[in-house]
């Protein structure tokens, strides 16, 4: 391939998917899900108070596949879906692969292209439009760095819906600007602790400027859920069946790009906080190498030193959240008490990881490497010079992954056809950027002590 062809792979419109793939018949995966109060499993009728309706059958169901309707393709397109495949051409040539001659090629699916800046609004939009279909009026959330509230709160302004978001106070006088998009697409928008739930309250006595966390704000979302439960349901970003269900949607469309050039990739990598974009990236090429079409593919997670469930952790039955609030589901985990550095990539802070990603580790089908902020950060600059935008935090630790495994191929005279997903951009999180520009950038011990000490307090589960 010479360099002069154009990088930029789109998918005719008419292409755009009409189906999610579901991973779990595919792996076998029969886990309930466990409620964090009785500690065993419960019904889809109790979920259902608390998720929608059809997102519960989602999250339960063992079909291969299951049909994207018709309205919600529209929203598709709106969101700018199909989204891009990029030969990054010019970030090869920056770490010193030669396109003619190495045999090297790295391609990235660009998921920033979407108005909320990420991945996240593909299931944003599923889960308000299933919202409104179940007569749903409000959607509550929480919301950390403020990606996924950005992305909930555009999906309801589309589909006619009011949006209750909770977002951690740090974060929230942090990133002023991530909590006045959400307003602009009109939601409302609380510092957690807020004063609008009993558990905001309470830590409001102990403290009015409390700084909040996820587990707070998760707490504060699933009570204001269960208060108005007539016409409200809770909204989850990461993690559980039905998400990444409908990020799927990533990973057929790479397929079919690289289709189209001929090509099919020898190892393919996202970053990995709840397992969302990894798995929507990964699930379809996932069922080429589990129906041994692929034996030979290898897919690696990249997570951050800072929280690193996948690499360090235990694969257990643990809770979702800090409060217990959330169902416990079997996963890798470095336990729900857990702390992570503050990293600038706030999105792969989370504790534990999807329990579909999870299965597919315990099963030795994918990998999962560890990676140091400072190193994550400069990759992306370098990401940034080459090919034209400052790429999320989140998403530098696979473009610092995919970059590695470049190194590693032309070091072992491997032609090696790459895969990245690029999960967001960074334009609200520069932050990060001007802590690297300005040589403040931190690097954080890997948390062994504070993972064993939280691993303590996991639930004493008695199915399975
Ligand atoms: C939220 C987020 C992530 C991490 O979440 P996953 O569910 O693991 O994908 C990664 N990248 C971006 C841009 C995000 O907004």
């Not at 990054?88 to 920056?94: F, P, S």
């Not at 990881?353 to 190193?375: R, Y």
Request: include cysteine; glycine fraction near 8%; charged fraction near 20%.
């Amino acid at each position: 391939m010479s360099t002069t062809t154009n990088p930029v792979v789109l998918l005719p419109p008419e292409k755009m998917p009409k189906q999610w793939i579901n991973l779990v018949p595919y792996i076998g995966y029969d886990l309930p899900l466990i409620s964090p109060q009785t500690l065993e499993p419960g019904t889809p009728e109790e979920a259902m108070m608390i998720f929608s309706k059809d997102c519960v059958l989602q999250e339960v169901s063992q079909e291969p596949a299951i049909d994207i309707p018709d309205e919600l393709r529209e929203m598709y397109y709106y969101a700018n879906r199909p989204t891009p495949l990029v030969r990054a051409l010019r970030l090869e040539k920056a770490i010193g692969i030669d396109a003619d001659t190495d045999g090297i090629k790295i391609y990235y699916k660009n998921e920033s292209v979407s108005p909320a800046g990420s991945h996240k609004t593909n299931t944003a939009l599923a889960q308000a439009y299933y919202a409104r279909k179940n007569g749903i009026e409000c959607l509550a959330t929480e919301t950390g760095a403020g990606q996924w509230g950005s992305a909930l709160s555009y999906a309801c302004a589309l589909f006619g819906l009011k949006c209750r978001v909770y977002m951690v106070r740090a974060s929230y006088k942090q990133k002023p600007y991530r909590g006045i998009l959400m307003r602009t697409y009109g939601a409302e928008v609380w510092p957690s602790p807020s004063d609008q739930t009993d558990v905001g309250n309470t830590f409001l006595e102990q403290d009015p400027d409390h700084p909040g966390s996820l587990g707070i704000a998760i707490s504060e979302a699933v009570e204001d859920c269960i208060k108005h439960n007539d016409n409200t349901r809770y909204s989850l970003g990461s993690v559980v069946n039905h998400v990444v269900l409908h990020q799927t949607i990533i990973g057929q469309e790479a397929k079919a790009q690289m289709e189209m050039l001929g090509e099919y990739p020898d190892i393919i990598i996202a970053c990995h906080g709840g397992g969302s974009n990894f798995s929507g990236l990964t699930f379809p090429f996932l069922i080429d190498k589990i129906e041994d079409r692929k034996p030979d593919l290898r897919i690696i997670a990249a997570e951050p030193t800072a929280a690193p469930k996948l690499t360090k952790g235990v694969y257990t039955f643990d809770y979702g959240d800090t409060g217990h609030f959330a169902p416990i589901v079997k996963m890798y985990t470095i336990g729900s008490s857990f702390v992570p550095s503050p990293i600038h990539a706030g999105g792969l802070r989370y504790h534990g990881a999807s329990p579909l990603v999870s299965m597919a580790l315990n099963k030795g089908l994918i990998e999962a490497d560890m990676l140091k902020q400072t190193e994550v950060i400069e990759a992306g600059v370098t990401f940034a010079r080459t090919e034209g935008f400052p790429p999320a935090p989140e998403s530098c630790h696979a473009v610092l992954e995919a970059i590695k495994q470049a190194k590693a191929a032309k070091e072992n005279r491997e032609n090696k056809i790459i895969l990245f997903n690029l999960s967001g951009h960074g334009y609200f999180d520069l932050g990060a950027y001007q802590a690297y520009l300005d040589g403040n950038l931190e690097d954080f011990e890997l948390p062994t002590a504070q993972i064993k000490e939280s691993l303590k307090s996991l639930p004493q589960v008695s199915f399975g």
